[in-house]
């Protein structure tokens, strides 16, 4: 059985940091894209991030593009996303999610399985 | 960057009740199209992906028709488990929302 279970999320203060970890298990992690998708209160879905399979190729939403960083250590079964310089708008649900393909392209942009999220709150 | 509008925003429907839920892309994706369902709390569940094939395990009353710049998720016989969120998604952008009530 997939399992994707994120952890991180935290209350910080505007201009701070945070490190998001998403545990894998149930399938093989290292042969599949992997994406951050996150959720402000109340609101719809906004993609953030996706890694390729082996972490050489990783793409980002133009609202968090130079701020957040993706990784993945293949031989954890681990995903990270690193948020930096957090504003208010970044405050949201994230979750983890697992593509069916290596590689986040026109075949393999949506999302066959994800996490139960974690809660990031930025206010002082 | 690629816009996706759906409507409506939100539909009123009955158990047993046929729907339609439109996505329109601001400009041609193909059949790059995948649509999820979202109930309150919960993360979302992927319904279709390439505009038509329905993921597995996902009942067959769920359907998805489209190419280009217009899609459509339908709904063929409500059932009360059916309400909740819909999204359309292509790469790199969501639609805004769907929610389904009970009328």
């Known amino acids: 059985e997939v399992q994707l279970v994120e952890s991180g999320g935290d209350l910080v203060q505007p201009g701070g940091s945070l490190r998001l970890s998403c545990a894998a298990s149930?399938?093989?992690?290292?042969?599949?894209?992997m994406s951050w998708v996150r959720q402000a209160p109340g609101k719809g879905l906004e993609w953030v991030s996706a890694?390729?399979?082996?972490?050489?190729?990783?793409y980002y939403a133009d609202s968090v593009k130079g701020r957040f960083t993706i990784s993945r250590d293949n031989s954890k079964n681990m995903l990270y996303l690193h948020v930096n310089s957090l504003r208010a708008e970044d405050t949201a649900v994230y979750y983890c999610?697992?593509?069916?393909?290596?590689?986040?392209?026109?075949?393999?942009?949506?999302?066959?399985?994800w996490g139960q999220g974690t809660l990031v709150t930025v206010s002082s | 960057d690629i816009q996706l509008t759906q409507s409506p925003s939100f539909l009123s429907a009955s158990v047993g009740d046929r729907v339609t839920i439109t996505c329109r892309a601001s400009q041609g994706i193909s059949s790059y199209l995948a649509w999820y369902q979202q109930k309150p709390g919960k993360a979302p569940k992927l319904l279709i992906y390439a505009a038509s094939t329905l993921q597995s395990g996902v009942p067959s009353r769920f359907s998805g028709s489209g190419s280009g710049t217009e899609f459509t998720l339908t709904i063929s016989s409500l059932q009360p488990e059916d309400f909740a969120t819909y999204y359309c998604?292509?790469?790199?952008?969501f639609g805004q929302g769907t929610k389904l009530e009970i009328k």
């Open positions: 998604q292509q790469p790199y952008t």
């Open positions: 999610a697992k593509h069916p393909r290596g590689y986040y392209d026109s075949s393999g942009y949506y999302c066959d399985y």
């Open positions: 149930g399938f093989t992690f290292s042969s599949y894209a």
């Open positions: 890694i390729s399979l082996g972490g050489g190729s990783s």
